[in-house]
């Protein structure tokens, strides 16, 4: 028998960077059919799915800031590549037949709907993916803690944080032959030791909230049903009272 999912309503973190795959700039066509994909699992196990996507494929504001321009201008661009990226998984999406809603925080009503949060809600209740685009509106904050915001604002139950590796290292483990893969982290873990998981603005807003993180490797087929039926992959970051600094596998 199949496993009923352990959440009803997620959000999905997706890095900008994972939808370029080996190309190294833009969109990898390929890499967004598949994502498309298991989304489109999700939605047929009746799982309410928002999702956040960064721009870093298209343009990175902290790095066209450190080259000298001004961060605000830069992050405004950041967040317009946002929601380029948005509405390129809303048309793999809707190619497949998943209903899709683009929400963009910076109203630009011909090509998305401004972001209001009954409005997301009311989506995902009728079984539309909702993507939200341009991050929070606002400069100085990074896509990760626009997903923790909206995760909290659409009362999600986790926050799927997709990347290239199966969870959180003690190290990079693309350059430590070592690196220790942890299974469960508190959230006091992740700030005091630094850990790469998502910027501390993110970290800390999930944990005033209680709102559990679980990093998983979006790469691999199938994992992110996998991670919402349950399975113990990736690494989870919880509420501090629920763990300590446990299991490396």
């Known amino acids: 028998m199949e496993a009923a999912p352990r959440y009803k309503r997620i959000l999905l973190k997706l890095s900008g960077e994972a939808l370029q795959g080996a190309q190294g700039y833009g969109i990898d066509a390929e890499v967004m059919r598949t994502i498309a994909e298991e989304i489109e699992d999700l939605v047929a196990l009746r799982v309410e799915v928002a999702v956040v996507i960064g721009g870093g494929n298209i343009f990175r504001g902290l ?105 959180v290292y003690d190290m990079d483990p693309h350059k430590h032959a070592g690196a220790v893969r942890y299974s469960r982290l508190t959230y006091l873990d992740v700030l005091s030791r630094g850990l790469n998981v998502m910027d501390s603005t993110a970290i800390s807003l999930c944990k005033e909230n209680n709102l559990p993180i679980l990093v998983f490797n979006m790469l691999e087929r199938n994992n992110i049903r996998r991670v919402v039926c349950g399975e113990e992959i990736g690494t989870l970051v919880c509420p501090d009272g629920e763990s300590v600094l446990a299991g490396q596998t």
Do not use: C, W
Request: hydrophobic content about 45%; glycine content about 8%; charged content about 25%.
């Open 63 to 167: 790095s066209a800031a450190a080259s000298g321009m001004d961060r605000a201008s830069a992050d405004y661009m950041g967040m317009l590549a946002t929601v380029m990226n948005s509405l390129a998984l809303q048309d793999a999406l809707e190619q497949r037949g998943v209903h899709t809603r683009v929400l963009s925080a910076i109203e630009m009503k011909e090509v998305a709907e401004p972001y209001i949060r009954r409005r997301a809600e009311r989506h995902l209740e009728k079984g539309r993916v909702v993507i939200f685009g341009a991050g929070t509106g606002n400069p100085y904050f990074t896509t990760d803690t626009a997903a923790a915001l909206r995760a909290m604002e659409i009362h999600a139950e986790v926050l799927l944080k997709a990347t290239k590796v199966d969870g």
